[in-house]
Each structure stands twice: as structure tokens, then as C-alpha cells.
């Protein structure tokens, strides 16, 4: 039995040691993906000077307040123009400046009569005003956006001027997810007697896809011991990085599932943890061919195995892909929680802010971790450490927000 640091030191450790693949993507399917390699300019940033504003283009000299104006430049429709120190030209946001003129007098400030701009009284007329200088936000050459940023909207448009349609990002890891129980029956199946329908496999997929990371429904297995090993010797074999089974990693007499693990090969780094809920955990180390393989056999129950991939998976996963982690906020406990023994608890909990600002947690929830409705009304968990006995109201907590 492991202490939930070290079951964490250990997981971290192999997650740590993956290497990631890099593959291209198209810059429309970039969001949210991890970029492997360094964007550069391959222009300057902007490519030319141009106008910040609507107005006109003028050589500045502040002993003139009257232009004649003799053209205009809409943007992208650049010509050039015969100009001296009392001529100007209309120009227009993003249009390119004349190379005569180092000023634009924004549409506001002028009074045009005819072909005359006239500047108004007491408007801020100074040299250099409202110009975009060519390469004032990026010389060619220099890194625009730097590897391993997790990409936003933001840095698509910075991609985007720099002229990649393409990018080099990270490969996700595959995730399988297979589910082991006689009791088990598909969703659109109505339970007779003693079958209960299969919902662990959702959860961990949408967490799977939460992270970004690619995952495939290996469906459910029944709890024999000569199919479970077939099931997860092919799971084994084919190409995924990850494999999360659901259940019979207790110690009844039809939770096989460890046993299958080594009897595959599975290097098992440990069997059970000292947390709850999720005990169960068993985590191992598949590698065959020099390709590894991380294996979470995971309890069944429905709290347990999601607590358990929130808590081990997560934000390894955040981690390894420059994701954002899960938050971590300190809250006032509302209610006094129940807690005798010297596990790790992750109780699910209510968290919101009061009046003053402040994080306050509620939860009257049972705590069973069976009770998966209780968990899809909490938006947090409430980490208990182990030496932490009954915490009453009033106490500050550490909450992992959801
Ligand atoms: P086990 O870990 O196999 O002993 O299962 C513990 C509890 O979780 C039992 O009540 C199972 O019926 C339930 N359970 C196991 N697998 C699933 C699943 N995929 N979806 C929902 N409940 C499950
Ligand atoms: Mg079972």
C-alpha cells in the first residue's frame, strides 16, 4: 500500500520518462494543441509603416496647420505621391505611409473644406503620431511564438501573420478505456434484476478528451478470467499509450484484473493507495519492443475511478502538454465533514464565493463512493490529509476545483 505522495511520485515518474511524438496540423485545427517548434517571423512585423488611424498623412512641422490635399491611399491600394510640407494625403487605417510623410493627424482633429484640411484649435499634434512603424512588433527572424506553448486563439493570429498554415504540434497520447463486470449492460439497455448500466467508461473517455488527449472505448468485458486476458493482452498489443480498465481490482474472489496485468507482463509499480475513495488503484508499466505502455487498472466504482483519474491523470497529463492545470483554491469549510482514518481523503464538495470574496466549500454529500449523482452536482474535491481527523466548520481546506 502506497501513500497517495508516493502513488503520485511513481505515476509522475512514468509519465515523465514518455516521449512525446510531434506531428503537423493545420493552423484551423491548432487550438488547444502543444506547440513543437518555435514559430518565426518570416516577415517583418508589421511588413511596411503604416497608419493607426483614419485621417490624413503629413510631414510634420509644427509651424503648419493647413494642408492641400491631393489624394487618398485606401489600404492595400498604395501609390505614390508628389508631397511637400504643405500637402497631404487621405489615408486610411492599415493603409502604407508615403515615405515623405512621418505623421497622421487623425479624421477627428481636422476640418476639410474642398481640398484644404484645416487642424482644430487645441488638438495634440506631435511627430510621429499614429504610425504602426514597420517591424515595431517583430523582426523577421524572431521567435514569434515559443515551443510547447499550449495554443489559444491568440497565438493562431500570431502564426497566421508570420505566414504558417501549418503547424508543428504534439501528438496525443492515446487513452483505451475498458470496462470488466457481469453486471454491466450497455446504456441502452433497461437493467433487470441484478445488471447495472455501464457509466464509468464515460466519464473517463470525456476526461480523456478534457485533456485533449485521443480516446477509444474497448467496451465492456465479463469478470472470466481466460476473456479478460484475451481482452487486455490485444489492448497490449495495438497501438494506444495508455490503458484504463474499471474494475475487479479488489480483492473478491472475481477481481482478476491484477493478476492479468502480470501475467501479461504489466510491470506492477503498485496495488492499492491510501486514499479515498479509490484505494483499489493498481498502476503498472507495460513495455514490449521499447514501446511503453502505462496501465491503470482502476476501481469500479463510479466515484472512485473518476477520483481517481482527476487525482493521478489529470494534470500529469497538463504537465507533460503545458496545459493549464486544474485550479487549486483555499476555502472556509461550511459544514463539519466526517473523517476517521489516516487516508488521503477527496471528499466531493459544493465550493462558491461569498460576499467578501472569499472561497467557501459546502458538503452534506454522503460520500459514498458509489454515489455518482452526488458527484455530478460537486464541482470540487475537498483534499482531507491523512493526519486531518473531522474537520468542523470554520476550517480552511484545499480544494481542487472541477
Ligand atoms: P468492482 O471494482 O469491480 O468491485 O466494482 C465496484 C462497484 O462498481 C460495483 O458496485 C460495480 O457494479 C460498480 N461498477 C463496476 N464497473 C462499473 C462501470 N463501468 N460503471 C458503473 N459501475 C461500475
Ligand atoms: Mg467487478
Redesign the pocket.
Known amino acids: 500500500m502506497k501513500s497517495f505522495e508516493e502513488a503520485s511520485r511513481i505515476i509522475e515518474e512514468e509519465f515523465n520518462k514518455i516521449t512525446l511524438d510531434i506531428e503537423p496540423v493545420k493552423l484551423e485545427n491548432a487550438l488547444h494543441r502543444t506547440l513543437a517548434e518555435d514559430v518565426v517571423a518570416d516577415v517583418d512585423l508589421p511588413p511596411f509603416d503604416n497608419s493607426a488611424m483614419d485621417g490624413i498623412a503629413v510631414k510634420f512641422n509644427e509651424q503648419i496647420k493647413e494642408w492641400n490635399v491631393i489624394g487618398e491611399i485606401p489600404a492595400g491600394k498604395y501609390q505614390e505621391y508628389e508631397l511637400d510640407e504643405h500637402s497631404a494625403v487621405k489615408i486610411m487605417t492599415g493603409s502604407r505611409l508615403p515615405g515623405f510623410c512621418d505623421t497622421v493627424i487623425p479624421v477627428e482633429d481636422i476640418d476639410v473644406n474642398n481640398s484644404t484640411a484645416v487642424l482644430k484649435e487645441n488638438v495634440r499634434y506631435v511627430k510621429g503620431m499614429n504610425i504602426r512603424k514597420q517591424a515595431s512588433d517583430l523582426k523577421k527572424g524572431e521567435v514569434s511564438i515559443s515551443k510547447n506553448t499550449y495554443l489559444l486563439p491568440r497565438h493562431l493570429a500570431t502564426a497566421a501573420s508570420c505566414g504558417k498554415d501549418n503547424l508543428l504540434v504534439y501528438k496525443p497520447l492515446t487513452f483505451a478505456v475498458l ?3 457481469d ?2 449492460i450497455p446504456v441502452n439497455e433497461v437493467p433487470v434484476g441484478d445488471k ?1 448500466r ?4 464515460y466519464s473517463l473517455l470525456a476526461s480523456v478528451e478534457e485533456i485533449n488527449m485521443k480516446a477509444v472505448n474497448l467496451g465492456i468485458v465479463k469478470d472470466d478470467k481466460n476473456i479478460l486476458l484475451e481482452k487486455i493482452d490485444n489492448a497490449l498489443k495495438s497501438d494506444i499509450d495508455v490503458l484504463i480498465t ?5 480483492v ?1 474472489e472475481f ?1 482478476f484484473v491484477k493478476d492479468v496485468f502480470e501475467g501479461l507482463g504489466v510491470d506492477v509499480k503498485f496495488w492499492k493507495a491510501f486514499i479515498k475513495p479509490g484505494k483499489p488503484i493498481v498502476f503498472g508499466v507495460h513495455e514490449k519492443d521499447k514501446k511503453k505502455k502505462l496501465v491503470f487498472g482502476l ?4 466515484v472512485s475511478s473518476l477520483v481517481n483519474f482527476e487525482i493521478f491523470v489529470h494534470d500529469n497529463i497538463n504537465r507533460l502538454y503545458n496545459q493549464p492545470l486544474r485550479e487549486r483554491v483555499k476555502a472556509v469549510l461550511m459544514n463539519d465533514l466526517k473523517k476517521k482514518d489516516n487516508k488521503r481523503h477527496f471528499m466531493r464538495g459544493i465550493l462558491s464565493v461569498n460576499d467578501k470574496g472569499e472561497y467557501e466549500v459546502s458538503s452534506k454529500f454522503s460520500q459514498s463512493s ?1 454515489n455518482l449523482v452526488e458527484m455530478s452536482r460537486a464541482n470540487c474535491l475537498i483534499v482531507i490529509e491523512e493526519g486531518i481527523h473531522n474537520p468542523v466548520k470554520g476550517t480552511v481546506v484545499k480544494c481542487i476545483k472541477m
Open positions: 470496462a470488466t463486470g453486471e454491466l447495472i455501464i457509466s464509468n467508461t474499471t474494475g475487479g481490482v479488489s473478491g477481481d476501481p469500479g466504482n463510479p458509489g
